[in-house]
């Protein structure tokens, strides 16, 4: 009969990567599902546990390297000296069979975007360091699919996605999740210019850092892929007419939805890796998003993009009207760097493209060039500087009373 300790070291694997200790066994998550984990070890308890002439093998590695891959995957990476793949394995496998469940949730989503929608799941699948469009799901009705949908694929990709709310992407330690492959934001209500412009960042930037707590920042090569649902269909995220890296997604209510319908799509789930590691692209790669923004721009874009920019017109009217009744004037002066440092002193998240909109298209203010008086914040409170010469615009009260 085997001793114990024989069971324990021909059964348990223990790794060594760099001078931690560990053993990489399966453990039962929240929803009791079981998954491979690293529990930290040290020498010590080894000797207890298994005798000091009686340890496990340990195999060595030389340290945590990151290398998403979901065809071919390899935990150990390197030749001459292995290293610990932290990118995990998914917990589904490729095989051949059919997915109606899953084909009828892309399809109710993303309807005449089909096939565009399975370029997009393809390319996050096949290659996970392509940059991709960041999808934002929108209505404002409830059992649409927006939820399942994001489910399904948190389902795919396991420990390389999380879903995330509002304030935890916003909180400054994101060490968690900053190497997956997908982050999911449920009721996602990222409407200041900061967060969309951290999502931009995260989307597109070649390099970004992972900060834990108690820990110095990180420089890291970011391959993030967002996607967003929201019931909120006017200001889910920021937008201006530049932000041409968001595909919004407008999703009509499902007209039935079976309680086992989950349930149906995870048995899927090999049989739609299978077709999508064999289907054939049908787009090109024509931009770093690998979509052309006419692809995938919609009307709800548009729309978002007006309603940001009318609620930045509406606050940078009573500014101005504000400062008028200060500094008792009917019209003031101002070029374009001076109000955009006005607007962000008082808290209006905008832009200079933004701003040049609003003067020019929607005031339709004409820029001028030539000695002026500008206004200015300078100590606490509105002032007046003449300018030698200069581009400036001019608004009146009548105007801005008018809007």
């Given at each position: ?95 051949p069979g059919i997915f109606p469940h899953i084909e009828n949730i ?168 299978d077709f999508l590691k064999n289907r054939s692209l049908t787009t ?120």
């Amino acid at each position: 009969m085997e001793s114990i300790n024989e069971i324990k070291n021909n059964d348990r694997r223990f790794v060594r990567i760099g001078v931690d200790l560990y053993e990489y066994l399966l453990t039962p998550n929240l929803s009791g599902k079981m998954e491979w984990t690293l529990i930290p070890w040290n020498y010590a308890t080894l000797t207890r546990e298994f005798g000091k002439d009686n340890w496990p093998p340990i195999e060595v590695f030389h340290g945590k390297t990151l290398v998403p891959s979901h065809l071919g995957y390899q935990r150990a990476v390197g030749n001459d000296y292995k290293f610990w793949n932290i990118y995990e394995p998914l917990n589904y496998t490729a095989s051949p069979g059919i997915f109606p469940h899953i084909e009828n949730i892309i399809r109710h989503i993303f309807c005449a975007k089909y096939e565009m929608a399975l370029d997009y799941l393809q390319i996050m699948y096949t290659n996970p360091l392509q940059k991709l469009p960041i999808l934002v799901l929108i209505s404002h009705e409830n059992q649409t699919g927006k939820t399942t949908f994001c489910d399904l694929l948190l389902e795919i990709y396991g420990k390389n996605a999380m879903s995330l709310d509002n304030e935890a992407f916003r909180n400054d330690f994101n060490s968690e999740w900053i190497n997956k492959n997908l982050i999911v934001i449920d009721e996602a209500l990222l409407n200041k210019k900061e967060d969309s412009e951290h999502i931009k960042a995260l989307s597109t930037a070649k390099f970004s850092t992972s900060h834990a707590k108690g820990k110095d920042r990180k420089a890291i090569e970011p391959f993030l892929k967002f996607i967003l649902a929201s019931n909120n269909e006017n200001s889910p995220v920021y937008l201006d007419a530049e932000d041409t890296r968001y595909w919004i997604v407008k999703v009509k209510k499902l007209r039935n939805m079976d309680p086992e319908f989950f349930s149906k799509m995870k048995e899927e789930i090999p049989a739609f890796l299978d077709f999508l590691k064999n289907r054939s692209l049908t787009t090109m790669k024509k931009s770093r998003m690998w979509f052309a923004f006419s692809d995938y721009r919609t009307p709800e874009f548009d729309r978002i993009v007006r309603y940001c920019r009318d609620s930045v017109e509406v606050e940078l009217a009573e500014l101005l009207l504000d400062i008028m009744k200060k500094l008792k004037k009917e019209e003031v002066c101002f070029s374009l760097k001076i109000i955009k440092k006005i607007a962000m002193l008082n808290g209006i998240e905008t832009t200079r493209n933004q701003l040049k909109a609003i003067l020019s298209a929607s005031w339709h203010l004409i820029m001028q060039k030539n000695r002026y008086t500008s206004i200015d914040f300078r100590n606490n409170e509105y002032s007046l500087f003449s300018v030698s010469n200069g581009y400036f615009f001019r608004v009146t009260k009548a105007l801005l009373e008018k809007i």
